[in-house]
């Protein structure tokens, strides 16, 4: 079905033989396989759709020379349909993550990221030195140390493997991430990436302002509890 070939055409030089498949560059293929002796592959589609990849092996005689070619087609349509769903199900992920204002990350079962989101891309280039090496392909275990501080590295650390591992459906900490101007705080959320390939989905959100109003009642209550400890007591008579 590739190439177009008659039970008469035995004997005739390959290069008589023409493809179905635009810009199929098979002659210059078996020139590199001849020369290197190594074996080709290329993907390739036909009119039809259908998905092939090629593959040509140099064949050797019995006196171990170079005596010709293999040449098979194996149909990868399932795969390739499979790639491009995938494909798809990786941008509608990267849209849905984009219009999140906290810094999220997608990591597979081994702790590499393979995803964020614009947030998180913008907030580790924006605080060089507390996230150096947080991109796709890095371990985020082992990145999420220098940013977080020993203590809550670990705790986050064992959250993010707990449900990894599915022995937590979900998990969530405040944590500090101050900078050199200003004391930061974050949330961090891990819940589990909804696919086969497992995986957990990472959000870090800003709650400085609510941190701050958490402190300034807690002075505030403070201050109130000590004017009532001061105040002289009051005696009522009837």
Same mark, same amino acid.
């Given at each position: ?34 020369? =290197?002796?190594?074996? !080709? ?28 070619? *293999?040449?098979? &087609?194996?149909? $990868? ?28 990350? *997608? ?15 913008? &907030?580790?280039?924006?605080? +060089? ?13 082992? +990145? ?5 501080? /020993? =203590?809550?590295?670990?705790? +986050? ?11 937590? =459906? ?10 050199? /101007?200003? %004391? ?8 589990? &990436?909804?696919? #086969?390939?497992?995986? +957990? *989905? $990472? ?5 400085? %302002?609510?941190?701050? #109003?958490?402190?300034?009642?807690? %002075?505030?209550?403070?201050?109130? !509890? ?13």
């Amino acid at each position: 079905d590739v190439l177009n070939l008659l039970p008469h055409d035995i004997g005739r030089p390959i290069e008589h033989i023409t493809s179905r498949i635009k810009d199929d560059d098979m002659i210059s293929d078996l020139g590199k396989v001849e020369a =290197s002796q190594e074996p !080709r592959e290329r993907e390739l589609i036909t009119p039809e759709g259908t998905w092939l990849l090629r593959r040509i092996l140099p064949y050797q005689n019995g006196d171990k020379q170079p005596g010709g070619f *293999v040449i098979t &087609f194996i149909d $990868i349509t399932a795969h390739k349909l499979a790639e491009a769903a995938e494909a798809e199900k990786h941008a509608m992920l990267m849209a849905i993550l984009n219009t999140s204002k906290s810094n999220m990350a *997608v990591i597979d079962r081994e702790g590499i990221i393979v995803a964020t989101n614009e947030a998180w891309n913008r &907030f580790y280039r924006d605080n +060089a030195g507390l996230g150096e090496g947080a991109g796709v392909g890095v371990n985020y275990l082992k +990145a999420c140390r220098p940013s977080l501080g /020993d =203590s809550y590295a670990t705790e +986050a650390s064992r959250l993010i493997k707990d449900v990894l591992a599915g022995r937590r =459906s979900e998990a969530n900490m405040d944590y500090p991430c101050h900078a050199k /101007d200003r %004391e930061r705080w974050f949330w961090m959320n891990v819940s589990p &990436f909804p696919t #086969a390939t497992g995986g +957990a *989905v $990472i959000r870090h959100t800003d709650i400085t %302002e609510r941190k701050q #109003a958490e402190h300034s009642l807690r %002075e505030s209550e403070l201050r109130f !509890r000590q004017m009532a400890d001061d105040a002289p007591a009051l005696i009522w008579q009837s």
